[in-house]
T-cell receptor, first 113, second 111 residues
């Protein structure tokens, strides 16, 4: 079956703009998690959604938000972009809330100029 | 979640077993040990996890010491495609799918 699909794969924005990233999980998976990866901080958990509800949230400012739709697809939004938001944003899906087995997409690479 | 300590980097000859250690001396009784790996420019990939007993699947084996303070991931016959960063993560069950990935071990498989 198809894997986790993230769009867009690459994008460039300028400071102050906002960005929306999309994630389509594996068919039948109801949990979607988002992670940010940077060379300095490594992989950091942003938030997790299950059945359209945010279940867990990492230590990121309110500029980072997300949502999940009834078909389990998820979007994350970053407003008022800063240079430090340049990163690879990874989405992971899982069949359940506590399975521990995540299936990651290839990520969306955001560059903020 | 308990903190883990892994070597920064390791090399392994192609075809030989790769043994990746992980220390988690503060692990609690209901925390699981998970291993993921990340091949360059890809998202992380789940490998294996365990609680107390040793585990084996088609990718690897996980050996957990009796006191559970350390574990070893074994790739029985390393190939060049196993070159990746390997993350050892200790995590409570029933805490959602929130993982703290740390810095991991960069494994290089040498031809």
């Amino acid at each position: 079956k198809a894997g986790v699909t993230q769009t867009p794969r690459y994008l460039i924005k300028t400071r102050g703009q906002q960005v929306t990233l999309s994630c389509s999980p594996i068919s039948g998976h109801r949990s979607v998690s988002w992670y940010q990866q940077t060379p300095g901080q490594g992989l950091q958990f942003l938030f997790e959604y299950f059945s359209e509800t945010q279940r867990n949230k990492g230590n990121f400012p309110g500029r980072f938000s997300g949502r999940q739709f009834s078909n389990s697809r998820s979007e994350m939004n970053v407003s008022t972009l800063e240079l430090g938001d340049s990163a690879l944003y990874l989405c992971a899906s899982s069949s359940g809330l506590n399975t521990g087995e995540l299936f990651f997409g290839e990520g969306s690479r955001l560059t903020v100029l | 979640d308990a903190k883990t300590t892994q070597p920064t980097s390791m090399d392994c000859a192609e075809g030989r077993a790769a043994n990746l250690p992980c220390n988690h001396s503060t692990i609690s009784g209901n925390e699981y040990v998970y291993w993921y790996r990340q091949i360059h420019s890809q998202g992380p990939q789940y490998i294996i996890h365990g609680l107390k007993n040793n585990e084996t699947n088609e990718m690897a084996s996980l050996i957990i010491t009796e006191d559970r303070k350390s574990s070893t991931l074994i790739l029985p016959h390393a190939t060049l495609r196993d070159t990746a960063v390997y993350y050892c993560i200790v995590r409570l069950a029933n805490t959602g799918n929130q993982f703290y990935f740390g810095t991991g071990t960069s494994l290089t498989v040498i031809p």
